[in-house]
């Protein structure tokens, strides 16, 4: 993280040095244009994009660790490693599951989408009253793996 903070700031000071030299080159000038000037300017933008791309890396760092924060926050409030104690407030009667079972039921939840948008892709592909592809699709997934709300690859559902 500090290596992105470092490029960053190091591309922003860059930029802005590179847009001094063109104010500079464009005062020696005397606001006329010239090979100098065009030097400036095709920096400026060199520099320009280099501050893009980092800002972009930036970004990308960013969203992974909200992401990884927001994932390690689900598993807690699953698993009731959760220091609140708002989670046991707001549902009672809900027992906390382990990590790995929360894992296997997002793992699942993953493949019914798969599933579901490659039923949508083919209702799609059909045009206007093709059929209700998705539809289809999605009572294929529930008949695939739901036995009234309840998935037989994970015993411990029955039990709940």
């Not at 847009?19 to 933008?45: I, W, Y």
């Not at 972009?56 to 698993?79: F, K, M, N, P, Y």
């Not at 009234?148 to 690859?153: A, L, S």
Request: charged share 20%; proline share 2%; glycine share 14%.
């Amino acid at each position: 993280m500090e290596a992105t903070v470092d490029e960053l700031s190091e591309a922003y000071q860059e930029f802005v040095a590179a847009a001094a030299a063109v104010v500079e080159a464009r005062g020696q000038s005397g606001g006329e244009k010239n090979a100098a000037t065009d030097a400036a300017l095709e920096a400026f933008k060199q520099r320009w994009e280099l501050f893009r791309v980092a800002c972009d890396h930036a970004e990308e760092l960013v969203e992974s660790i909200r992401q990884r924060i927001g994932s390690e926050c689900l598993v807690d409030e699953a698993t009731g490693a959760s220091s609140s104690s708002s989670a046991a407030l707001a549902a009672p009667g809900i027992k906390p599951i382990s990590a790995v079972r929360l894992e296997q039921m997002s793992k699942a939840v993953r493949w019914l989408v798969i599933e579901l948008q490659h039923g949508a892709g083919g209702a799609s592909a059909a045009g206007p009253g093709g059929g209700g592809g998705a539809a289809a699709a999605a009572s294929g997934a529930a008949g695939q793996h739901g036995h009234g709300g309840v998935d037989t690859r994970f015993p411990e559902d029955g039990a709940q």
